[in-house]
Each structure stands twice: as C-alpha cells, then as structure tokens.
C-alpha cells in the first residue's frame, strides 16, 4: 500500500507527538504557524517548547509555509491539532473535499458547539471526523503503549485513520458515534478539575472514586440528551480519558484543580501552566449546553462556580456532598 500523505497542523504538544508517532513509518509533515518555532524546530530536531526531549524522527518534516500544508492536505490526510478556539479557522482553510481528523477536546467558547457541530456549520464538504481517547502526548512521543479512537459517520474515513496511525505502539479503533467520542473528551476536562480539587484538598481515595464515577454519569447524562449512544462512555473516550485525566500527573486539567485547592488565583495558574488546560474554558460551555438541554450537572456546576470565584473549593466540595440522597440511577 503506498505511503498515505499526513499534514498535521499545529505543532504543540499533541500534534508534535502524534506526527513523531506516524512519521516512524512514513513521511509526515509536521505544520506550525509559527515561522520562528519551525525554523527551530528544523534546526535543533526538536520541539523545545512542548517536548524538548524527544528527537524529531527523520521522516518528520516541519514546515511553516501554508501553500505547503494544504497541498499535503489535498492529497491525503489532515489532521488539525489545534486548541479549539482554532478549530473554525483551520477548518475553513482546508481544500474542497479533503479528508480531516481534529485532535481538539472542548466546547467552542461563546457558541458552545462540539467540532462536528463547527465541521457541519462551516465547511459540510468535508470528509471528517475526530481522533481522541486516553492520551498524554510525551507518552505518545515516546512510543509508549497508547489507545485512541477514530470517531466519523465516514468509515473510509476511520479506515485512514488506522492507516495513518495504527502501530505496533499506537492502536486506533474505531467508532461511528463522532457526538458522543467528543462529550467524553470534552466533559472529562471538567470532572479532571473537580478531582484534582478534592485531591488537593486531601479527601482521599474515596471521594476521588466518588467524583470519577459520579462525573462519568454528569458525562453520560449530556450525551445521551445530544444524541450520542450511551456505550460509547464505556470506551476509550469516556471511561478511559476521564479516569487518565482526572488521575495522571500530566493532566494539566488535574494541575488546575490541584492548584486551586492550594488557594492560587486561575490567572496565575494558568501562567504557571504555559499551556492550554481546555477544562477551563470548557466548563461555562458545557453548564450552558446542559442547561439548554435540561440535563442536571451538579459537579459541573461546582467547578464552573470555583472558576468564576462564587465558591471557594471547599464550599463547592460541602456543597457536592450537602445534595439530597436519590438512587443512582
């Protein structure tokens, strides 16, 4: 089979490891916008900002020009690897007819909408899909075991996907649930800052279980109320991606929620972070989008209220555990 053309556009973190994965076994190109970065990057055969300590393979080549980038994604597969503020822009600066995959999690600030929702809205010529799961990109860089699923009512689609990125240490399933592959790795953002709040908080193992099971329902609940099926949460993007974010030490949406606890300003943590932590920006989208769909989000709810600086983090936490007792389900 011959070689499948990848551009990846964007070169933080997630795109960089994801282009060094693929590029171990074909030629990728690796877009940034940042002329200055790329130049770096081309020089030092590295990414010294996100990930300085993985050696950028030979296969990977790096590119700031955008003539470039949409020439590759013309011919074959593109994968957006931006924060989802960027998402509408990329999108709409792709070829007729290209096939795409977005490696963003998150609610668009201000509309709300999911990335099919921004696919469908502006560009509806597209073939595309969303590539998300359990994953933190220095692992991925490493070549450490690492499961992702490719989510789009396109099967061709899908199939690309495992092409391009299917590996001895890189398995890709695939799904045909796009809305619910992308609730779970919106929503898990959130719940990961409520659990880091309660570990920072020292509540324990049992209030951690508590708030990862109780978040994977609030998760469930949005989803089905949007359309999605309900045994996708079971799955790599539910399940799978809130447990990883809500416990790992490279969850920068579990820092959030850390520092926090410890009584810092989110203007503050954030600088500290340098890089986006989605939950944040997340959080108010996903209290409207389950608002306006009558879904109940108690936990959402919290943690939107210690962002804004209405709660402090206990209070949000005594609140959690003050509600009525109900049945589970």
Same mark, same amino acid.
């Given at each position: 089979?011959?070689?499948?053309?990848?551009?990846?556009?964007?070169?933080?973190?997630? $795109?960089?490891?994801? /282009?060094?994965?693929? %590029?171990?076994? &074909? @030629?990728?190109? #690796?877009? +940034?916008?940042? *002329?200055?970065? !790329?130049?770096?990057?081309?020089?030092?055969?590295?990414?010294?900002?996100?990930?300085?300590?993985?050696?950028?393979?030979?296969?990977?080549?790096?590119?700031?020009?955008?003539?470039?980038?949409?020439?590759?994604?013309?011919?074959?597969?593109?994968?957006?690897?931006?924060?989802?503020?960027?998402?509408?822009?990329?999108?709409?600066?792709?070829?007729?007819?290209?096939?795409?995959?977005?490696?963003?999690?998150?609610?668009?600030?201000?509309?709300?909408?999911?990335?099919?929702?921004?696919?469908?809205?502006?560009?509806?010529?597209?073939?595309?899909?969303?590539?998300? $799961?359990?994953?933190? /990109?220095?692992?991925? %860089?490493?070549? &450490? @075991?690492?499961? #992702?699923? +490719?989510?789009? *009512?396109?099967? !061709?689609?899908?199939?690309?996907?495992?092409?391009?990125?299917?590996?001895?240490?890189?398995?890709?399933?695939?799904?045909?649930?796009?809305?619910?592959?992308?609730?779970?790795?919106?929503?898990?953002?959130?719940?990961?800052?409520?659990?880091?709040?309660?570990?920072?908080?020292?509540?324990?193992?049992?209030?951690?279980?508590?708030?990862?099971?109780?978040?994977?329902?609030?998760?469930?609940?949005?989803?089905?109320?949007?359309?999605?099926?309900?045994?996708?949460?079971?799955?790599?993007?539910?399940?799978?991606?809130?447990?990883?974010?809500?416990?790992?030490?490279?969850?920068?949406?579990?820092?959030?929620?850390?520092?926090?606890?410890?009584?810092?300003? #989110?203007?503050?943590?954030? *600088?500290?972070?340098?890089?986006?932590?989605?939950?944040?920006?997340?959080?108010?989208?996903?209290?409207?989008?389950?608002?306006?769909?009558?879904?109940?989000?108690?936990?959402?709810?919290?943690?939107?209220?210690?962002?804004?600086?209405?709660?402090?983090?206990?209070?949000?936490?005594?609140?959690?555990?003050?509600?009525?007792?109900?049945?589970?389900?």
């Amino acid at each position: 089979m011959p070689a499948l053309p990848i551009v990846v556009l964007g070169a933080g973190a997630w $795109g960089t490891a994801l /282009a060094v994965a693929a %590029a171990a076994r &074909q @030629p990728v190109l #690796l877009w +940034a916008r940042d *002329a200055a970065q !790329a130049a770096e990057m081309v020089a030092v055969r590295c990414n010294r900002r996100y990930l300085p300590d993985i050696p950028l393979p030979e296969g990977l080549h790096i590119s700031a020009d955008p003539a470039l980038a949409l020439d590759v994604a013309a011919r074959g597969l593109a994968v957006i690897a931006s924060p989802m503020a960027g998402l509408r822009e990329r999108l709409a600066a792709l070829p007729a007819g290209a096939h795409a995959l977005w490696l963003c999690k998150g609610f668009e600030a201000g509309s709300g909408a999911l990335g099919h929702e921004i696919a469908q809205a502006v560009r509806p010529d597209l073939r595309c899909g969303v590539l998300s $799961g359990p994953s933190f /990109a220095l692992e991925v %860089a490493r070549g &450490q @075991p690492t499961a #992702l699923v +490719a989510a789009s *009512a396109d099967e !061709a689609l899908c199939a690309l996907a495992v092409q391009a990125f299917h590996s001895d240490s890189l398995r890709i399933y695939t799904a045909c649930d796009p809305v619910g592959v992308e609730v779970g790795g919106a929503v898990k953002n959130v719940m990961a800052i409520a659990t880091g709040i309660a570990d920072g908080l020292q509540l324990g193992q049992n209030a951690r279980a508590a708030l990862i099971t109780r978040g994977l329902a609030e998760i469930t609940r949005l989803g089905l109320a949007l359309g999605a099926r309900a045994e996708t949460f079971m799955g790599l993007s539910g399940l799978g991606d809130l447990v990883l974010t809500a416990t790992g030490d490279l969850s920068r949406n579990r820092r959030v929620g850390l520092l926090l606890a410890s009584g810092l300003a #989110l203007p503050d943590i954030l *600088a500290r972070l340098g890089h986006v932590a989605e939950g944040v920006h997340s959080a108010p989208m996903v209290q409207a989008r389950a608002r306006g769909a009558g879904v109940e989000m108690p936990i959402t709810d919290a943690v939107v209220a210690v962002l804004q600086g209405a709660l402090a983090p206990a209070q949000a936490l005594r609140q959690l555990m003050a509600r009525e007792a109900r049945a589970e389900r």
